[in-house]
């Protein structure tokens, strides 16, 4: 039999309805939610992925404004861009499109976003809040699989969840947001040695290693979960994601297709994000 498919686009739509349905009590309010989209250099991906989320603001009745940078902007000017939309009041979330050009430094340029409108989650304040268990902005892949696991009615405690993947926007924060809804987690990534030795252990199996197919049916227990985070392209630049979908279906009990998956999530939970970011700068408005 099949696996069940968990659908992100269905799961993301439902979502959606509702920030918009508070996008429009905002806007009774008068104040409009606002993203800034800061886009430096040439990357296509990363331009499609700018475009759609300019896109899904629009869709939702929020205001975005792109801030497209040449690739040989300096690390300094972009600083200064960051400082101007730190002090912009209609704009209430701020996200630097990942990665920037090899002469910027990522970590620095993501420290400065102010806290409040760190509607990515990645700024050091936003992770050690996250790692602490305190209200901040979680980071979107992450948690658009956690709303994925919530909707499909999957139970994550006393599950145990192996991530396979370490990256700070992904890996980490996930392991760290099953831990919270009291998994037992452990992390493994590409150079653990006999992988499948871990991965086949896996009650939630969590896929965010960045290579295309990499999860095989040696790697899955009959009846896991398995959550695909990778988004990549084959041998015939088809897209794909970590999971080898054909091997692992029947096997699993769930899983995420790519694309139509974790991918729109990402972008949900940054409407989300935004739209807490605009609420709690009205509510602080009021006090
Ligand atoms: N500042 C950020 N940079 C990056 C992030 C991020 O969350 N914040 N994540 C990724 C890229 N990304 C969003 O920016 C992203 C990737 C994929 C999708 C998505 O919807 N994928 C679709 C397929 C899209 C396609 O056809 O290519 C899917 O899986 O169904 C959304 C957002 C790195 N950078």
Known sequence: ???????????????????????????E?????????????DNQASATYVRNKQKSCEAIGMFSELIKLPEETT???????????????DIHGILVQLPLPKHIDEDT????IAVEKDVDGFSPVSVGKMMLGQETFLPCTPFGVMKLLEYSGI????????????????????GQLLLQKDATVTYTHSKTPDLPSFTKQADILIAAVGRANFITKEHVKEGAVVIDVGINRDENNKLCGDVNFAEVDGIASHITPVPGGVGPMTITML??????AAETKLANKMK
């Open 29 to 41: 309010q008068g104040l409009i939610p606002g993203l800034a989209v800061v886009l430096v250099g």
């Open 155 to 174: 139970e994550i405690a006393g599950k145990h969840a192996v991530i396979v993947g370490r990256s700070h926007i992904v890996g980490k924060p996930m």
């Open 109 to 112: 340029v993501i420290a400065t």
């Open 1 to 27: 039999m099949s696996s069940a498919i968990i659908n992100g686009k269905e799961i993301g739509q439902e979502i959606r309805s509702s920030v918009a349905e508070r996008v429009a009590r905002l806007k």
């Open 75 to 89: 690390q300094e000017e972009l600083l200064g861009q960051i400082e101007c939309l730190n002090n912009r009041e």
């Open 271 to 276: 409407l989300f994000n935004t739209v807490q």
